[in-house]
């Protein structure tokens, strides 16, 4: 009689959410069967289908000759993983402007998520280097030093995925 290993037991709720009825020896076995067409460890929220509970995107445009930019709060009872977001700006100035965007936490105490760069007037755009995870009532925003002038605003915009707590999402 085989020895089984006592790795499987952590895989029997896969096994019978995918109706594998044969006995198995090693997960080596279970990862043939197993195809990626189920997902099972939450990789299918990055795809860019316009289906509710994937990546949504939002924009906001600042009021002219404003010095900040700010998106909506995150709502509360989800957490908000942001993918990518950048900012931008309209003024021609040359040299362009120095942006940096922050996150606004509670107490209204604004976290930079990056260091303050010099960038031109649009199309140029400005991200961030890596994802982030905001709490609820948290504001993403764009800030500009100095102000843009008379005439001009601010542009900011980011790519999300809504989390209820406690669910699980693999980072890029």
Request: aromatic share 6%; glycine share 8%; with cysteine.
């Amino acid at each position: 009689m085989a020895q089984r290993s006592g790795i499987n037991r952590g895989f029997m709720w896969l096994r019978k959410v995918l109706e594998i009825t044969e006995e198995t020896d090693s997960p080596r076995v279970l990862s043939e069967i197993a195809q990626p067409s189920v997902d099972v460890f939450g990789w299918q929220r990055y795809s860019p289908d316009p289906i509710p509970g994937r990546p949504d995107d939002i924009n906001a445009q600042g009021t002219l000759a404003a010095d900040s930019v700010l998106l909506a709060a995150v709502p509360a009872d989800i957490m908000r993983y942001v993918i990518f977001a950048s900012m931008s700006h309209s003024d021609p100035v040359a040299g362009g402007l120095e942006l940096s965007m922050q996150v606004r936490v509670e107490g209204a105490l604004d976290i930079g998520i990056g260091r303050p760069i010099q960038v031109l007037a649009n199309p140029t755009r400005c991200g961030i280097e890596r994802s982030i995870l905001m709490q609820p009532g948290e504001v993403l925003l764009a800030r500009s030093n100095p102000a843009p002038a008379v005439g001009t605003r601010l542009f900011i915009r980011y790519r999300f995925v809504d989390l209820p707590f406690g669910e699980y999402i693999p980072p890029l």
